[in-house]
């Protein structure tokens, strides 16, 4: 079993930046691709970054493409998501996902494990 605990959401003014991070146990949970999926009320869950074991292949929204950043730190079984130049349609509740295949995806379904969500809230 994979379990994956986000922290690092909060409330930002626009402009900022927030650094979200995504904690996985398990021991071969560092070797899975990893993405980040954020979800708006009363919208559907959309798609904003994966990146793959090693790091060599990425993925982005085309609406955060150039302002935020994944990466992942293996040794920690961590995954982050560097957030910059925040704008208020950025609010979200954002989601850690993992899949059991080291390959990129930007479908949702595709990823075996979830976490909890953390409230991202940009003020204008």
């Known amino acids: 079993q994979v379990q994956l605990v986000e922290s690092g959401g909060g409330l930002v003014q626009a402009g900022g930046s927030l650094r979200l991070s995504c904690a996985a146990s398990g021991r071969t949970s560092s070797s899975y691709a990893m993405g980040w999926f954020r979800q708006a009320p009363g919208n559907e869950r959309e798609f904003v970054a994966a990146?793959?074991?090693?790091?060599?292949?990425?993925m982005y929204a085309t609406s955060v493409k150039g302002r935020f950043t994944i990466s992942r730190d293996n040794a920690k079984n961590t995954v982050y998501l560097q957030m910059n130049n925040l704008k208020p349609g950025d609010t979200a509740v954002y989601y850690c996902?993992?899949?059991?295949?080291?390959?990129?995806?930007?479908?949702?379904?595709?990823?075996?494990?979830w976490g909890q969500g953390t409230q991202v809230t940009v003020s204008s």
């Open positions: 990146i793959t074991y090693n790091g060599g292949r990425l």
């Open positions: 996902a993992a899949r059991g295949l080291n390959i990129v995806t930007m479908e949702g379904p595709r990823y075996d494990y």
